[in-house]
């Protein structure tokens, strides 16, 4: 893994730029049907939600929401300014601060293509992109996957290329074929980008030697517009993130994105001693929080009980005004609620078997006022 640091850019007003996404280190969409509507069903599934628009002064790329105020996209795409708007599930975010990879050149070859940004304000509403838990760290490892690539870049069909505009939400799949140096055409690029031809259905042979020249159902290849966007695998039930787009080779030197041109996409796993130590996330699939942890804080404890009683209705008396405390799920907070509570208490330190004395006291309290607050209610029931 990488571990050399990135350079900030500090927040210091938008900056006016004319383009971006120039030459070979292009990135978009092309798809292989000019019916959109399954690839779109495929884009609007909730675990590539989090692939958002970036702006600077009218320069359009893409990035990934990886939670905590975090947008990953690539170096090309940040270095542009040092302030972007993140447009995500209808709501736009403003950006704090700009962080692109130290060994970032602008050579598109050597890789180091990814680039942090710090959001003002945390996204809502959307679920962080899952991190790949590699098995090898080595990009090879994704060769005959199929991978999702999604994005905001043109649109168009294999056979004229981008020629569609960009702005809207657009993605498909292709298979992960090849590393940099893995053929003597791709010796000049740094192994952690990983490379995906645009198969031609119609052709039994597209003239590349690795070319599995077989194009899947949602065939596609990114175009102007998608860099900074997502690659997506997945494993084990999940959907995780591996790649970030980064630009478009062709063979017939015109990167346009039609038939034969090849997508190349950085390798995340290889940054992660970068990433997760400026950003303190964590790779994989969060674990799933314990029934009765009102406060989220990894525990079962005094103040979560003090919640659940401030929660307290009664049997049968409708939704609380905490529905996490309904921990039987039968629609109100109650007494049989108290006793799942009890029997999961941890106290302060998650883990611990049996409850602290204080808890325990808290917990003769809490009973003592529900019972309280049952008898009020027959009472003024009556």
Known sequence: MRSRQARAMKFAGLVAVSAVLVGPALAGVTVVNPDQA??????????????????????????????????????HVAEVSLSFSFSIDGTAY?????????????????????????????????????????????????????????????????????????????????????????????????????FADFDDPL??????????????????????GDSGGGVFVESGGDTFLVGVNSFVFAFDGDANSDYQDLAGATYVPAYYDWLLGLTGLSLGVPPAPLAGDLDLDGDIDDADF???????TGPGAGPSSNQAADLDGDGDVDDADFGLAFAA??????????????????????????????????????
């Open 306 to 312: 003090g919640l659940a009683f401030a929660a307290f």
């Open 94 to 194: 403003a950006s704090e601060e700009v962080f692109v990879f130290d060994d970032w050149d602008g050579t598109i070859s050597a890789g180091n293509d990814i680039a942090l940004i710090r959001l003002a304000n945390d996204v809502v509403g959307v679920d962080p992109a899952l991190l790949y838990e590699p098995q090898t760290g080595n990009a090879a490892e994704l060769f005959g996957q199929t991978a999702t690539y999604t994005g905001f870049g043109q649109t168009g069909v294999g056979s004229t290329g981008a020629t569609g505009p960009s702005g809207a939400k657009v993605g498909g799949q292709n298979a992960i074929e090849n590393v940099g140096g893995g053929s003597a055409v791709l010796n000049i690029y740094d192994p952690d980008i990983f």
């Open 203 to 224: 052709a039994s042979d597209d003239g590349i030697p690795w070319s599995a020249d077989q194009a899947l159902a949602l065939e596609y290849l990114i175009a102007p």
């Open 38 to 75: 399954a690839y779109d069903a495929l884009i609007d599934q909730p675990e590539f939600d989090p692939v958002g628009r970036l702006n600077a002064g009218g320069t359009l790329g893409s990035g990934v929401y990886l939670g905590d105020r975090w947008v990953l996209t690539a170096a």
């Open 345 to 382: 208490f941890t106290g302060p330190s998650a883990g611990v078997g049996v409850p602290e004395p204080g808890g325990v006291l808290l917990l003769g309290a809490l009973a003592a006022g529900v019972v309280a607050r049952r008898g009020r209610r027959c009472f003024e029931h009556r």
